[in-house]
């Protein structure tokens, strides 16, 4: 497994912006899909974006569809995610997640197979 360490949360006003970083252990980062998943209080842990191990594919929740943005650099081994437009209902802790998975894109959260410890993301209206 690879080990995954989130930053870049914080508090926002609706609106605005904030960028997620999400460093990755290894040599092997660039045989796993990526994605970013979000779980608010009481709710269940939901898929917001996913890259292919190329960065060339990604897909999005319609939720955050033309607002967010998720990019990675195999040769720094990170994963991003840009959000901008930020609602309150985007109030979440974010989770960064890779998988080695068979297809280009995952979006199902039992199809990844390490996480982050999360980092919160508060959007205030």
Known sequence: QVQLVESGGGL???GGSVRLSCAASGRTFSVYVMGW????PGK??????????SGISTDYADSV???FTISRDNAKNTVNLQMNSLKPEDTAVYY???GR???RIATGVKQYDSWGQGTQVTVSS
């Open 101 to 103: 998975i068979a297809g």
């Open 37 to 40: 998943f979000r779980q608010a």
């Open 96 to 98: 960064c997640a890779a």
């Open 65 to 67: 569809k033309d607002r």
């Open 44 to 53: 269940e842990r939901e898929f917001v974006a996913a890259i292919s191990r």
């Open 12 to 14: 926002v006003q609706a």
